[in-house]
């Protein structure tokens, strides 16, 4: 069972990346997934969930601006991020479970793409 994210990088405040995570060893249209992000010297944060029947939640920071998506063919998730602001700079980490939850108690975790936003 394995989780990898990808589509991390650097981009200018204003800019757009999008992430992606792909399952292996397991069917991701059965898990909820979602999307977390670690800053230098912050905890990790939950920033978004797709269910396994596509319903989407997102923090507030990133209402409007970050979009997450799941394509249950190529059990790969992706979240669209726009608009990025260098706040939105961190590691980002995605992360399956049963239904979407709001802490980390995931039962699945990839590893972290690093996002960096310059202004």
């Known amino acids: 069972v394995q989780l990898q994210a990808s589509g991390g990088g650097l981009v200018q405040a204003g800019g757009s990346l999008r992430l992606s995570c792909a399952a292996s060893?397991?069917?991701?249209?059965?898990?909820?997934i979602g999307w977390f992000r670690q800053a230098p010297g912050k905890e990790r944060e939950w920033v978004s969930c797709?269910?396994?029947?596509?319903?989407?939640y997102y923090r507030d920071s990133v209402t409007g601006r970050f979009t997450i998506s799941r394509d249950n063919a190529k059990n790969t998730a992706y979240l669209q991020m726009n608009d990025l602001k260098p706040e939105d700079t961190a590691v980002y980490y995605c992360?399956?479970?049963?239904?979407?939850?709001?802490?980390?108690?995931?039962?699945?975790w990839g590893q972290g793409t690093l996002v960096t936003v310059s202004s």
């Open positions: 992360a399956a479970d049963p239904i979407c939850k709001g802490t980390r108690e995931y039962d699945y």
């Open positions: 797709i269910s396994d029947s596509g319903s989407t």
């Open positions: 060893g397991f069917a991701l249209y059965h898990y909820a």
